[in-house]
């Protein structure tokens, strides 16, 4: 492969696509074998060797578009086209959501699977959108790495409690966000917080499609890169060449600070896995019960019995304690990627009641915070900042909250009654209760247009975050955009390969051709629970006869980078 080796497929894994808590993938000062350092910013793509096979640019674009305030760089990467140049069709960008996932780590990690699936008339191009990684200026609110650790524990439970695990919780996350807001705020000496916003990145797109030499987009987003996509489609509908959209997160909720609606359809994804387990049987689905509702009802008993006493756990490199956060945020976790986790899942939990947390806890550890408290370190911006790029681009986005605790609890109270995981999703509202810095004209939609060119607008039937409602709303936004459903579990149609969807996807980008309106996709190539004798593995399964077996390869290898992987305690998945 041609990314660094320290790119490790771990650190990728947890550039989720919409992350909600942010992956600390390992402690910090994530390196590289290329260093952007060395590279001067144009305002046209100088391109020089990265990566072996890449390229690599710093685009200069201004910090502030409407006035003159300096400006900012955006570390791009192009894999180049392969196909002779009278068929190049311009860039591709992709963005894997966050928001603060790097584009650049992950074209980086797998760009040649994603010229196998969208073709070789295309330059594949990531970028890190403003604040992120290796652009500049980047998000920082803590001066150190020790700093930084101890407002981001790997712990679950003291890292992303749940709002329901005591009466005590919401003040206390209500306490830290004030002071988070308030550090950030202090700490931005630069004045550039105000700037790290979606209709900045969008206005970006646009300098480096142009920078191209074309003056339509070529995007592909997922989850928050689906935002991304609807407001660069409503700012520049002229501009459109290709948008596609997966996973789609609503403008309104977004641009509200009000994520309640988010999940609309998590449980039906959790209800998947009871369906799933019992069509299974005991062989394949460790938590096996002959209805679903005597599964629920046991792994309602696991969580009240974890809730009565936790497992404190030591492993010969890590500590901790598998109580009612912990274990919420782990079932939560699973449902983003069902036909990776079901069945580790299920034997966990059969772990678990049978009294044994040692093989839980391990697979989801992460090594005791070692400190390079060099003094050189200090100051140093982290490269892999998704923490701090999250909460900034979204509470910079949304509306000015200045909830009291007790609208928070009544916020709460409100979500809960949209679905059973508001304990978890709920914190989105809190981390946004101290945030300080809006930038006043900021774009807040209304998101809609009549674009220059369709939008493809993809949403699975039981998303646990990105609800099928929403993608059908932002289809009627777009009056000629195109919807195709994918009838599976998970968050984005990265969760499975599918024929149907991803050879929609790819007819899509390169003759502009839109599937059959109201399509419903199957996915193929991949069981919620594979027979327990299968030698292929968690989701390797035999393709459906006459498949594209090199297209659904390609997709399962981009899944596997793009889409988050329940690593916790690591990295928190949305
Ligand atoms: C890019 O801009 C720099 C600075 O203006 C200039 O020196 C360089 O020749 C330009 N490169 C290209 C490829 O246009
Ligand atoms: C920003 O870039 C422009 C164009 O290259 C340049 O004229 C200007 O001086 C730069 N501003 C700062 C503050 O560096
Ligand atoms: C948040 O959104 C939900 C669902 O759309 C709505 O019922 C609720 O009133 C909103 N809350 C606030 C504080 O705006
Ligand atoms: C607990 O589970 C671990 C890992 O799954 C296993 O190695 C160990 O033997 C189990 N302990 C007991 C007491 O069964
Ligand atoms: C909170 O936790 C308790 C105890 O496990 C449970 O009975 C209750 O249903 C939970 N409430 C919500 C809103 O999830
Ligand atoms: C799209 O165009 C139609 C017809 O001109 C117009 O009625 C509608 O308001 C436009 N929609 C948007 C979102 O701009
Ligand atoms: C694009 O159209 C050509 C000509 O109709 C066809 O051969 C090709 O299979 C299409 N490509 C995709 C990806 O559907």
Redesign the pocket.
Known sequence: MAFSSRFSRLAIASQLLFALFVPIPFAFGQSSDFDWETLTAYENLTWTSCYGGFQCSLLKVPLDYSADKGNASIAVVRLPATAPKSEYLGPILFNPGGPGGSGVSTIVSIGSQFAQFL?PQFDIVGFDPRGVSFSKPAVSFFKTAAERQSWTPPDLDSRYPSLNASSGVIPRVWGQFQLIGQLAQERDTDDILQHITTDNVARDMLRITQAFGFEKLQYWGVSYGSLLGATFATLFPDNVGRIAIDGIMDSEAWYSANLTDSILDTDKTLQTFFDGCVAAGPSACAFYAPTASQIAANLASLTGSILAQPFPVKTAISHGIIDYSWFRNYIFASLYSPYNAFSGFAQGLAQLTAGNATGVYTANQTPDFECDCKAEDAGKPFTDNIYESLIATSCGDGAVVSDSISDLRAFYEREATVSSFADIWGLWRIHCSGWKVHRPGRFQGPVGANTSFPLLIIGNTADPVTPIAWAKKAAALFPKSVLLTQDSPGHTSLVAPSSCTH?AL??YF??G?FPAPNTVCDIDGAELFPAANSNSGNHRRSLKEGGDNQLLDAVRAIGDVVRPIAAMGRSWVV
Request: proline share 0%; hydrophobic share 15%.
């Open positions: 073709g050879g790819r007819a390169q003759n051709t």
